[in-house]
């Protein structure tokens, strides 16, 4: 247990106060439909870049992270550079299509290029794993933070306590409450994660050397055999491009912000700063686990990682900063993918059946949406510690659901050929194939690591999509294509272009430092 000082208290209420007071300032203009789902197509570049970092940096990275790096190296970081390249090739290559096309939801760019039944397909896959996902894993996580520190809390009294107050706040604000607490959200996690890693690091005297000198070589090194256990070289060359697009391009929780851009320069520059803030969790949050291997010898779990450091080396404040910065986290996470869900379900399936809904009716049904969501999510919360783990839970069940989800999509924006049945069959078909791969690893016969099965996910659901298309596919009219036409779409401007390859090229500098 971590106790708190009086200190560490008044930050945490601070927190929460000012949370409370961006959410009631944002929030005052009564917002309908555009507003509560994409912030009137407003949002600046900052706001973009602090909140896709911020909604991406859940209670389960800060404390995961360096219990991962503790157990089995900096490897773990790979998900994080990795998430860069992925953001930038999003950039220069996707987000023109979400602009010029106007879309509202990510499936609506599939229905454009398919028809309808793909625009469905896609929604429905990512509203399930938004909330058995992201947000109920989120709640999970947050829950075992709160016990930390309240250890008489129960977790299902802490997992009601954040999904109430996320809920709300969310519900009654939309997209922009979320993006703009999401800043404050993102810069306590950047100072508390910070200052922790620096006080680490000032126990080996600030010296690399030293840090080198303490814990074993394989454990600073970005590049892993091919039968690690924790992640495999190859998974990392093939699974995490595949995670990594559909979580940062296809997935709602995301892309949501890029959807809400004012133009083509603020989702641009937006794109590049998140990017670049994918860089440091390397530094703040995997090397101070790799260094507790030296400091705290007698850890005996992962998860006791982050806490121990909290405990041994936070004075008084930072506890209180780093718990706010739990919070944050939390939230943000919560709070995007309520918002992204709520979005789905009234945009992809209420408002194409019932046409003549106008848009307060919308914005209405959406808050409901978001209730009934964060009840669901919080129901379905604690028994995910009947899991192996939380880590497993949520990176296989993405490597299993989304991996045919972005074949299809790379395969609508690559060719010319293929036609919404044969995708749509050809989808359909991926998701069979991976649902009994997925049973024959529980029952043994199968056994490779989840980024490598991302990657046959790809290559079957690929396969089957045009053997369709072969058979009896018909091919898609000029409407279709024109919607994935870059010919037709903004252009990424000339200095946002050359920083995403200068972020592309420093990228690749750490990973050769570390590899």
């Known amino acids: ?34 507003e509560l789902f994409l912030a009137g197509r407003t949002l600046g570049w900052g706001v ?24 089995h190296g900096i490897s773990v970081a790979n998900y994080e550079w990795m998430a860069a390249l992925v953001l930038i090739v999003s950039l220069l290559f996707v987000v023109p299509l979400f602009v010029g096309n106007r879309i509202a939801t990510v499936p609506e760019l599939l229905e454009r290029r398919y028809d309808a039944r793909l625009r469905k397909y896609l929604s429905g896959v990512s509203v399930v794993l938004g909330i058995f996902l992201d947000a109920a894993g989120s709640l999970y996580a947050g829950s075992l933070v709160l016990q930390l520190f309240f250890p008489d809390l129960s977790l299902t009294v802490s997992v009601a306590l954040i999904a109430v107050f ?16 999401d800043v404050l959200q993102a810069l306590i996690l950047l100072a508390g ?25 394989d454990r600073l090194s970005l590049v892993r055999p091919l039968d690690d256990p924790a992640l495999p070289w190859l998974g990392t060359l093939i699974g995490l491009p595949i ?21 083509m320069r603020a989702a641009g520059y937006g794109a590049l700063l998140a990017a670049g803030l994918k860089l440091l969790p390397l530094f703040f949050m995997v090397l101070p686990g790799v260094m507790a291997i030296a400091l ?22 930072l506890a209180g ?51 009934l969501l964060v009840a669901i999510a919080a129901l379905w919360a604690p028994a995910i510690a009947d899991f192996p783990g939380l880590f497993a839970y949520l990176q296989q069940g993405f490597a299993y659901a989304a991996s045919p989800l972005v074949a299809t999509f790379i395969v609508g924006l690559a060719s010319r050929r293929v036609g919404a049945s044969a995708a749509f069959y050809g989808t359909a078909s991926g998701h069979l194939f991976s649902a009994a791969w997925f049973a024959a690893t529980q029952w043994g016969a199968v056994d490779l690591h989840f980024t490598l099965v ?16 072969a058979c009896a596919g018909t091919a898609p009219d000029a409407v279709q294509l024109a919607s994935v036409s870059r010919r037709a779409m903004p252009g990424v401007p000339v200095n946002v272009r050359r920083g995403g390859y200068l972020l592309i090229a420093l990228t690749l500098a750490v990973v050769l430092l570390f590899r």
Do not use: C, H
């Not at 969310?170 to 409450?177: D, K, S, V």
């Not at 080996?204 to 074993?216: E, G, T």
């Open 296 to 317: 705290l010898p007698a850890l005996d779990q992962p998860d006791r990682v982050f806490p121990a450091l909290v405990a041994t080396y936070a004075p008084a404040g």
């Open 243 to 263: 995670l990594g697009f559909y979580y940062w391009t296809m997935n709602q929780y995301v892309a949501q912000r890029l959807l809400g851009a004012r133009d």
């Open 193 to 217: 994660s910070a200052t922790l890693a620096i006080i680490v690091f000032a126990e080996f005297d600030f010296s690399w050397a030293r840090v080198v000198a303490s814990v074993p070589a």
């Open 48 to 71: 973009i870049g602090l909140s896709l970092f911020a909604s991406n940096i859940s209670s389960t990275t800060l404390i995961g992270l360096p219990g991962a790096a503790w157990a």
């Open 321 to 371: 900063l780093i718990l706010a910065g739990l919070l944050a986290a939390i939230m943000s996470s919560v709070d995007s993918a309520l918002n992204s869900s709520s979005t789905l379900l009234t945009l992809d399936f209420v408002k194409p059946r019932f046409p003549q809904l106008d848009v307060r009716a919308q914005a209405r049904l959406g808050r409901i949406f978001t209730l």
């Open 1 to 34: 247990m971590q106790t708190l000082a009086p200190l560490d208290y008044a930050i945490v209420a601070l927190y929460l106060v000012a949370v409370v007071a961006v959410s009631i300032r944002v929030t005052r203009r009564s917002p309908d439909a555009d």
């Open 454 to 469: 991302a990657g046959v996910l790809v290559a079957v659901t690929t396969a089957a999509i045009f053997v369709f298309q």
């Open 166 to 181: 996320a809920g709300l706040y969310t519900a009654a604000g939309g997209l922009r409450a979320v993006a703009y607490t």
